[in-house]
């Protein structure tokens, strides 16, 4: 049996708060953990009539920009592609708005903190 690297148990950790974050929020998680020739999507979502692609970042702490800080330009890129795949994959809801959200989680101790910010970035915006 091999042993879990502690970031990655970190990350599924965080995957896990971020669902039932989102489900709070009155998301409807449509998938988790999509691949796509271009790589995965962490969560497709629904909030109301708008199709959400979740980018998932964990951390330890907000030290070093924190989780927000992964998203950078390349980063968003990428996601914009694999968006592109899925709905290519799932012509049933190319006709729905999208967007992208960023859920930031960081883990201090026993205590959560997390944000969720909507609409987080659109193409285009480089």
């Given at each position: 049996?091999?042993?879990?690297?502690?970031?990655?148990?970190?990350?599924?950790?965080g995957e896990e708060r971020a669902v039932e974050h989102l489900r709070r929020l009155g998301?409807?998680?449509?998938?988790?953990?999509?691949?796509t020739r271009f790589g995965e999507l962490d969560l497709v979502a629904r909030d109301g009539d708008t199709l959400v692609f979740?980018?998932?970042?964990t951390r330890r702490d907000g030290d070093c920009g924190?989780?927000?800080a992964a998203i950078d330009w390349r980063k968003q890129q990428r996601l914009v592609r694999l968006?592109?795949?899925?709905?290519?994959?799932?012509?049933?809801?190319?006709?729905?708005e999208c967007r992208f959200d960023a859920?930031?989680?960081?883990?201090?101790?026993?205590?959560?903190?997390?944000?969720v910010i909507a609409d987080a970035f659109r193409p285009g915006w480089w």
């Open positions: 049996m091999t042993a879990t690297a502690p970031h990655l148990a970190l990350g599924r950790q998301y409807r998680i449509m998938a988790r953990n999509v691949r979740c980018e998932v970042k924190g989780p927000a968006a592109g795949a899925f709905l290519q994959q799932n012509p049933q809801w190319e006709e729905l859920v930031l989680l960081w883990r201090q101790g026993p205590e959560w903190r997390i944000q």
